[in-house]
């Protein structure tokens, strides 16, 4: 949450700042600022609003040549969404000024402190108290702004990502982190930094990640990196992989669109040098020094939060399906707060899209505290989450930038049910001739999706006569009920539709109290071995006159009978139905929210990567 952005150099900040900021929106959108730094001094623009309500604030300014400055888009925490309480701070004497993201729990106490001597507050951000705790250091102690941010980091406690600049010192930025990300872009006699590598990807592809508990300084065109314990550090400097146009709309109306119909080649992907079925290879390299561990486990725990809680779920089915061993998923909130029972048998799986998500990294620190053993599987590259764990897998679907997880959901599925197939395999528990059928299925998985998604235009229809519906309801059975989560957290993110899944039989236990005709239900309804089941519960809804949307298999003639509306689906392996039967659910809501004149890539009160409690 909260994206930020800094640069110094030969060129002209502020553009690279405002398109870097615009590439991190989808962090939060709440309101925008920059600070620059020129012969006319050091200056703060900030509007509430998105960044092109900066951008329009900027046209009526002057001076805005500066070869530094840093930049913030914010997700409010501590404050409403307003000019005042948006970044970059400066202390009381505008000499600096600062970014910030992250949460500083301790600063009402620092607060009250800095009141008591004097300093007077604008805002009510956590933020503008750590510049000037901050700031009250410098003015106390006659050391440097690197040494008074040194000492302050040593009393504030949360997560911070932090960058800096000195009025007396145009050339210089410091930055440290704990807990919120932070990249460093290396140039040729410049550098970008960075909540991620996306605004920085144009200009450079040499980054440094820089870990918790170190400060950055970028003096004169050099990079040092210190840890809180003023011990220098040797940067290490990685390659980026990642494509501009990974990161741009390419033709689509929407990130999210783009994203929907990316799957078929972001599956492949995922399986591409993994799977190969034809000579029965399935390689999971980050699973190969832990594969004793994972055979041997007692319990394999998965913990995540929102979408990637519910592939999760998906995983519970194929781990229990195919390797027989027990397993329990955790949202990561509540993981961290229960003193679970864990042990050195313990397997912890954590899932994450960003790698950043602040409950999932609180989760693995107490599994690890214990002294299970942890995999990541994560989708954004050099985020804190793979560098955390003690190995993972990455689900390598490319950027994901509309905030309503689509392709990063169904890379984590694949993910997982080659980890579930391998798993089996060499417990025994899956005979071979059934894995090598299972791994031929898996890898028509992208062409099954791409004719999937060949629905789309009755799926527009249908979202024309359910656009104005005020709740809605998704049911499935097996590894179709973590799909009918799914399907109704999409279309409440992104079109605020109330929408509640269930499994399709605990329907009347309570929720069928609610079915009318005003009511559409969304089933999902696959040739499976619960499928007679469904059909059941079909009936009980259409005797109650529920509209109901049924997503089917292909040549289904049943449920075409009995439902208002049905969505194909090629047949797949009951195991694999969820990487196709999530497709047109995704679709729906797109579709609805777009309608509803819906911001489907930056809904309301949501960011991206949620690194805050
Ligand atoms: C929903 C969505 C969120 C995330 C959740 C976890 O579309 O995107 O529910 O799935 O915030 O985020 P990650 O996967 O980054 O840990």
Same mark, same amino acid.
């Given at each position: 949450?909260c ?6 150099? %030969?060129?002209?900040? #502020?553009?690279i =700042?405002?398109? +870097?900021?615009? @590439?991190l929106?989808?962090? &939060? ?10 012969p006319?001094?050091?200056?703060v623009?900030?509007?509430?609003g ?10 009526? %300014?002057?001076n805005? #040549?500066?070869? =530094?400055?840093? +930049?913030?888009? @914010?997700?409010?925490?501590? &404050?409403?969404p307003?000019?005042?309480?948006a970044?970059?701070h400066?202390s009381?004497n505008d000499?600096?000024a600062?970014?910030?993201?992250g949460i500083?729990e301790?600063?009402?106490v620092l ?8 300093y ?7 933020s ?12 106390n102690n006659?050391?440097s ?8 980091l040593?009393k ?5 990502a932090?960058?800096?600049m000195?009025?007396?010192e ?8 704990k ?8 140039g040729?006699n410049e ?5 991620d590598?996306?605004?920085i990807?144009e200009y450079?592809n040499?980054?440094v ?5 170190e400060i ?9 990196i ?6 220098e ?12 146009e ?8 929407h ?5 929907i119909n990316?799957?078929?080649r ?7 040098g ?6 029965g290879r ?7 020094d832990y594969?004793n ?8 725990i ?13 995983a ?23 003193n679970?029972v864990?042990?050195?048998k313990d397997f912890?799986?954590?899932i994450s899209?960003?790698?950043?998500t602040?409950?999932?990294?609180a989760?693995?620190?107490l599994?690890?505290?214990k002294?299970?053993?942890i ?15 003690h ?6 679907a ?17 993910v997982?049910t ?15 001739n ?10 028509t ?12 235009d009755k ?16 049911l499935?059975r097996?590894y ?6 799914e399907?109704a ?11 509640e ?5 605990e329907?009347?236990h ?5 079915i ?7 089933f ?5 071995s619960s499928?007679e089941?469904v059909v ?10 529920g ?5 089917v298999?292909e040549?289904d ?16 392996e009951?195991a694999f139905v969820p ?5 047109p ?7 609805i929210?777009v309608?509803?004149?819906c911001?489907v890539?930056?809904p309301r009160?949501?960011a ?5 409690e």
């Open positions: 949450m994206g930020i952005v800094a640069y110094v150099g %030969q060129q002209d900040a #502020l553009p =700042i405002i398109k +870097g900021l615009k @590439r929106e989808y962090r &939060g959108y709440d309101s925008a600022g920059v600070a620059l730094l020129n006319n001094g050091l200056t623009y900030k509007k509430k998105k960044v092109s309500e900066l951008e329009n604030h900027l046209l009526s %300014q002057e805005l #040549l500066s070869k =530094i400055g840093i +930049g913030h888009t @914010r997700w409010a925490t501590h &404050g409403e307003n000019d005042v309480n970044h970059p400066y009381s000499q600096f600062m970014i910030h993201n500083i301790n600063y009402d607060k009250t402190d800095l009141i008591n001597k004097g007077k507050f604008h805002s009510e951000t956590d503008e108290v750590f510049i000037k705790f901050i700031e009250d250091i410098y003015a006659d050391c702004l690197e040494e008074a941010v040194r000492l302050a040593h504030v406690v949360g997560a911070y932090i960058v800096l000195n009025k007396e145009p050339d210089t930025l410091i930055a440290a982190r807990g919120s990300p932070l990249v460093i872009g290396v040729d550098y970008f930094l960075a909540s590598a996306t605004p990807i450079t040499q980054v990640y820089l870990d918790d508990y950055a300084v970028i003096r004169d065109g050099k990079l040092q210190k840890t809180i314990e003023n011990v550090t040797n940067p290490y400097i990685n390659q980026l992989e990642m494509e501009l990974a990161i741009e709309k390419g033709g689509y109306e990130f999210m669109l783009k994203e990316e799957q078929p972001s599956i492949a992907d995922c399986m591409r993994r799977l190969d079925a034809q000579n399935l390689v999971l390299g980050g699973l190969r594969m561990k994972f055979q041997n486990a007692d319990r394999i998965i913990t995540a939060c929102g979408t990637s809680w519910h592939a999760g779920l998906v519970e089915y194929l781990f229990e399906e195919f390797a027989r061993i027990p397993v329990e998923v955790e949202y990561a909130s509540e993981f961290r707060y229960r679970p864990l042990s050195d912890i799986i954590a899209q960003s790698g950043e602040a409950d999932t990294l989760a693995i620190e599994a690890k505290s002294g299970a053993t995999f990541g599987v994560c989708n954004v590259v050099g985020s804190s989450i793979p560098r955390t764990t190995a993972g897998s990455y689900t390598h490319g950027p994901e930038i509309g905030v309503a997880s689509t392709k990063a959901f169904t890379a984590q599925i694949s997982l080659m980890m579930a197939l391998k798993l089996g395999y060499k417990r025994g528990t899956l005979p071979e059934r894995y090598m059928q299972l791994l031929s299925e898996l890898e998985i992208p062409s099954k999706v791409e004719r999937a998604l060949k629905m789309n799926i527009h229809e249908i979202a024309k006569e359910y656009k104005d519906a005020r709740n809605f309801l998704y499935g097996g179709n009920f973590p799909v009918a989560l399907g957290l999409k279309l409440k993110e992104i079109s605020y539709i109330h929408a899944g269930y499994p399709a039989a329907m009347k309570g929720p069928i109290a609610l009318d005709e005003e009511m559409p239900v969304v999902i309804a696959t040739k499976d499928y089941k059941s519960n079909i009936q009980e809804v259409k005797a109650r006159k509209k109901i949307i049924a997503v298999t040549g003639t049943v449920v075409k009978n009995m439902a208002d509306h049905v969505i194909e689906i090629p047949a797949t009951e990487l196709i039967s999530v497709i659910l995704q679709q729906l809501s797109y579709h929210a309608m509803r004149g911001n890539d930056q009160n949501l991206k990567s949620v690194t805050v």
